[in-house]
């Protein structure tokens, strides 16, 4: 049976029994913590008695929202005032019993609640605290207000991107946030970490992510460009070659899919031919050689396209839209979609993007409500029922438990 097989309603996940207190909101924190839940996490997610703003985010189904779904499902709900000082003691006490916290906070807000690691780690000197930040934590650019968009901007990714577009001089619009979901996955790698580190030591510690050093990550040959004065070169800019009714990416990752995309277009000849015969002439002559690919791609379809080039092995695919790619039956075998329920009917989520041949790795199939899980959480602080109304706002009227 393959991993992707494998029957996992006996196993548990790798997380199983670890507590997470998420006070993270929007995605990069969520996405993150998202992670820890489906690997059998229990992930505390505390907000205020409105919810965070991703709750409005459409698609919205009598006040559900699946975008905020796709981020926090399997994760408990609990509803605190953080201004208010019953809630911060509430805070407190469940970090007492935590092992990791994550935040998004811009750095500083956590200091004035005094729910900063310095502050908690003495309440529990195991807790691994996690911050994400645009800048990072401290330094000239710590404070300054920061989204996806923002950084993509100041860490040169979309001046890098616009380098590779010929003609063009403005930079593109940003529609998808990729340095959300990149620093939410460099925090959960961190955390991961911390946590086996924490084994050996007993100890937490404080992880410090930057969104800004994450999208960096990402301009691998222009960080190092940046450093010495390199030759500019034709670099091969892999884009879409056309066909009788729409495009194909397809990649020359070697010498053998060089050699057998010559054939695939009729160009045999070409693979000694000075122009192209090695890499660096291939670089210098990358125009030319797609051009001529696209000579020959112009003539077929795409579905024909693309049976000649995997035919002969050359990496190749239509450009699709997120629609076309879920329908994918790869998608379907790797059973990379999860059927979740929530308050406005049922929706898909995207599982993670790895399986585990010994532990559990899926999405809840169901979502809590705003404030469901407060009435059990304030309980287990020790607090009385007399207390816990004293809590009591519209997010708790509904609390189930």
Same mark, same amino acid.
């Given at each position: 049976?393959?991993?992707?097989?494998?029957?996992? #309603?006996?196993?548990?996940?790798?997380?199983?029994?670890?507590?997470?207190?998420?006070?993270?909101?929007?995605?990069? +924190?969520?996405?993150?913590?998202?992670?820890?839940?489906?690997?059998? &996490?229990?992930?505390?997610?505390?907000?205020?008695?409105?919810?965070?703003?991703?709750?409005?985010?459409?698609?919205?189904?009598?006040?559900?929202?699946?975008?905020? +779904?796709?981020?926090?499902?399997? $994760?408990?709900?609990? /509803?605190?005032?953080?201004?208010?000082?019953?809630?911060?003691?509430?805070?407190?006490?469940?970090?007492?019993?935590?092992? *990791?916290?994550?935040?998004?906070?811009?750095?500083?807000?956590?200091?004035?609640?005094?729910?900063?690691?310095?502050?908690?780690?003495?309440?529990?000197?195991?807790?691994?605290?996690?911050?994400?930040?645009?800048?990072?934590?401290?330094?000239?650019?710590?404070?300054?207000?920061?989204?996806?968009? /923002?950084?993509?901007?100041?860490?040169?990714?979309?001046?890098?991107?616009?380098?590779?577009?010929? +003609?063009?001089? #403005?930079?593109?619009?940003?529609?998808?946030?990729?340095? =959300? /979901?990149?620093?939410?996955?460099?925090? !959960?790698?961190?955390?991961?970490?911390?946590?086996?580190?924490?084994?050996?030591?007993?100890?937490?510690?404080?992880?410090?992510?930057?969104?800004?050093?994450?999208?960096?990550?990402?301009?691998?040959?222009?960080?190092?460009?940046?450093? !010495?004065? *390199?030759?500019?070169?034709? #670099?091969?800019?892999?884009?879409?070659?056309?066909?009788?009714?729409?495009?194909?990416?397809?990649?020359? %990752?070697?010498?053998?899919?060089?050699?057998?995309?010559?054939?695939?277009?009729?160009?045999?000849?070409?693979?000694?031919?000075?122009? !192209?015969?090695?890499?660096?002439?291939?670089?210098?002559?990358?125009?030319?050689?797609?051009? +001529? /690919?696209?000579?020959?791609?112009?003539?077929?379809?795409?579905?024909?396209?693309?049976? &000649?080039?995997?035919?002969?092995?050359?990496?190749?695919?239509?450009? #699709?839209?997120?629609?076309? %790619?879920?329908? =994918?039956?790869?998608?379907?075998?790797?059973?990379?979609? &999860? @059927?979740?329920?929530?308050?406005?009917?049922?929706?898909?989520?995207?599982?993670?993007?790895?399986?585990?041949?010994?532990?559990?790795?899926? %999405?809840? $199939?169901?979502?809590?409500?705003?404030? @469901?899980?407060?009435?059990?959480?304030?309980?287990?602080?020790?607090?009385?029922? =007399?207390?816990?109304?004293?809590?009591?706002?519209?997010?708790?009227?509904?609390?189930?438990?």
């Amino acid at each position: 049976m393959t991993i992707a097989g494998n029957d996992q #309603r006996s196993m548990t996940g790798s997380f199983a029994g670890l507590r997470v207190l998420d006070f993270s909101t929007t995605i990069a +924190g969520p996405h993150c913590t998202r992670m820890l839940a489906d690997m059998g &996490a229990e992930v505390i997610k505390i907000e205020t008695e409105e919810g965070e703003t991703m709750r409005t985010r459409p698609p919205v189904r009598n006040n559900c929202s699946t975008a905020f +779904g796709q981020l926090n499902v399997g $994760k408990n709900s609990l /509803v605190l005032d953080l201004k208010s000082s019953k809630g911060l003691e509430a805070v407190r006490r469940l970090v007492a019993n935590a092992d *990791v916290l994550v935040e998004n906070f811009r750095p500083g807000v956590m200091r004035r609640l005094k729910l900063d690691y310095a502050s908690l780690h003495s309440l529990n000197p195991k807790l691994v605290y996690c911050s994400i930040s645009g800048y990072g934590q401290t330094g000239p650019s710590a404070e300054l207000p920061a989204y996806a968009p /923002v950084i993509h901007a100041a860490s040169g990714y979309e001046m890098a991107h616009l380098a590779y577009q010929p +003609g063009r001089s #403005r930079p593109d619009y940003c529609g998808i946030y990729h340095a =959300d /979901v990149l620093t939410g996955v460099y925090a !959960f790698g961190a955390i991961s970490a911390a946590l086996y580190q924490r084994t050996a030591t007993g100890q937490g510690q404080h992880i410090d992510v930057s969104m800004l050093e994450a999208m960096l990550s990402l301009t691998l040959n222009e960080l190092q460009w940046s450093q !010495f004065d *390199v030759k500019p070169t034709q #670099r091969p800019m892999f884009g879409p070659i056309e066909t009788t009714d729409g495009y194909v990416m397809m990649a020359i %990752a070697s010498e053998k899919t060089f050699q057998s995309l010559m054939q695939v277009i009729g160009h045999p000849e070409w693979v000694s031919d000075p122009r !192209f015969a090695k890499y660096s002439d291939r670089r210098e002559n990358w125009t030319s050689l797609m051009e +001529g /690919v696209e000579a020959w791609s112009r003539t077929v379809t795409t579905a024909q396209c693309l049976a &000649a080039l995997n035919a002969q092995g050359v990496p190749s695919s239509a450009y #699709r839209t997120v629609a076309e %790619a879920l329908r =994918d039956p790869q998608i379907a075998h790797r059973g990379a979609l &999860a @059927e979740v329920e929530d308050g406005g009917g049922t929706f898909r989520v995207l599982n993670l993007p790895f399986r585990m041949s010994g532990a559990k790795v899926s %999405a809840a $199939k169901r979502m809590s409500t705003l404030g @469901e899980h407060t009435r059990a959480y304030l309980k287990e602080t020790g607090l009385s029922e =007399d207390e816990i109304a004293s809590f009591a706002g519209k997010a708790q009227i509904a609390v189930r438990g």
